[in-house]
Every structure is written in structure tokens, then in C-alpha cells.
T-cell receptor, first 112, second 109 residues
Framework: IAGITQAPTSQILAAGRRMTLRCTQD?????MYWYRQDLGLGLRLIHY???????GKGEVPDGYSVSRANTDDFPLTLASAVPSQTSVYFC???????????FGPGTRLTVL | GQNIDQPTEMTATEGAIVQINCTYQ??????LFWYQQHAGEAPTFLSY??LDGLEEKGRFSSFLSRSKGYSYLLLKELQMKDSASYLC??????????WGAGTKLIIKP
């Protein structure tokens, strides 16, 4: 693979279910990010990781958790999905916090 | 609070020039980014400004005035493939990106 990948591409999920969105990059970037994008709103940061082993909360972290066990992977977990989490989720990475971010193709999630 | 303002939608003609404005109020400033996003796709990086002035890259140019909290993206010789949303983002004092809602640019033949 080259770049940043996300899985699944899309998912329909029943409310209350647990779901993990996967994100993998092969660019050896230190920093990784999870955003959600909703119609009429800008991208909103959910969680971020400046380097492997560390994570931080963004603007809208409630209901989501992340881990960063290694450089390449940055999964996002919804512990108990709710309809308001219906959105398009983008994972991004950058060499460092001072660089531009590269985005994955996104996951379209629908919670019913 | 932090705020990034862009027009919601703009229309332009193929071959023409269009300017997309962005104004911002953020806690700190560590650079401004422009991204392009085609419908159903991921954002892709276009330009970066951290100092006042104009940055030119082919048909695209980006301008920044830090004292006015203002930037614009200038697209010349518009092509149909330029139909997309253009996102303005400011890196704040925590080195996090604050994003505008994006400007949908419609190009007509």
C-alpha cells in the first residue's frame, strides 16, 4: 500500500453497537488525526496522536476512543453508537504537527 | 471562540478567474492551509501561507494578511475539473487545524 488507507469504506450500524474504524499509513508519519465531516460544517477533530504511544482529545471527543500502539495504525472506536455519530470519518497523517496533513479516503458511517 | 468564515457557494465560468475568500478568528496563528475536496473524496493539500503575501503555484495562488485575519485562494484559467469544494484551515496555538465549512465552486461551460 502507499499512503493512508481506511476500512471499512462504508457501514450501516444499529444504535448501541460497538464499532472500530481502521486507519493505516505507510509513510512513517509521526502525527495522525481523526476528523468527522458533516454537511454544512467544517471538518471537526475528534482525537489526535502526535507520536506513537500518545493521544489527545480534539474538539468533539465524546463517545469516541483511540489508541496508537505503533506508528502505522490509529483505530477509532465508537463504544456504543448513537444516530448523531452518523457522519463521514476521515483519518489523516502528517510527518509532524508543523506539516500539511494527508487524508485517507474516508468511512461513511450511518447509525440507525 | 474560534471561527473560520468562507462563502458557501460560488459560480464561475470555464477559463475565467475566481477568488475565494477566508476570514478567521483563532486562538493563535501558526499558518493557513487551503485544501481541495471533490465530491465524495478526501481533501487534498493545495497551499500553505504563514507569512503575509502571495504564494503562487501554477494556476493557483494564495494570499495572506495576518493583521486582517484574511486569506484568499485565486484560481486562474478555470477548468471543469476545478469544480470542487475549497477548504480553508488555520493552525492554532495548539498546532491543531481549525476548518472552515468550505466553499463549493461550480464551474459552468
Amino acid at each position: 500500500i502507499a499512503g493512508i488507507t481506511q476500512a471499512p469504506t462504508s457501514q450501516i450500524l444499529a444504535a448501541g453497537r460497538r464499532m472500530t474504524l481502521r486507519c493505516t499509513q505507510d509513510m512513517r508519519h509521526n502525527a495522525m488525526y481523526w476528523y468527522r465531516q458533516d454537511l454544512g460544517l467544517g471538518l471537526r477533530l475528534i482525537h489526535y496522536s502526535n507520536t506513537a504511544g500518545t493521544t489527545g482529545k480534539g474538539e468533539v471527543p465524546d463517545g469516541y476512543s483511540v489508541s496508537r500502539a505503533n506508528t502505522d495504525d490509529f483505530p477509532l472506536t465508537l463504544a456504543s453508537a448513537v444516530p448523531s455519530q452518523t457522519s463521514v470519518y476521515f483519518c489523516a497523517s502528517s510527518p509532524g504537527t508543523a506539516n500539511e496533513q494527508f487524508f485517507g479516503p474516508g468511512t461513511r458511517l450511518t447509525v440507525l | 471562540g474560534q471561527n473560520i468564515d468562507q462563502p458557501t457557494e460560488m459560480t464561475a465560468t470555464e477559463g475565467a478567474i475566481v477568488q475565494i475568500n477566508c476570514t478567521y478568528q483563532t486562538s493563535g496563528f501558526n499558518g493557513l492551509f487551503w485544501y481541495q475536496q471533490h465530491a465524495g473524496e478526501a481533501p487534498t493539500f493545495l497551499s500553505y501561507n504563514v507569512l503575509d503575501g502571495l504564494e503562487e503555484k501554477g494556476r493557483f495562488s494564495s494570499f495572506l494578511s495576518r493583521s486582517k485575519g484574511y486569506s484568499y485562494l485565486l484560481l486562474k484559467e478555470l477548468q471543469m475539473k476545478d469544480s470542487a469544494s475549497y477548504l480553508c484551515a488555520v493552525r492554532d496555538s495548539n498546532y491543531q487545524l481549525i476548518w472552515g465549512a468550505g466553499t463549493k465552486l461550480i464551474i459552468k461551460p
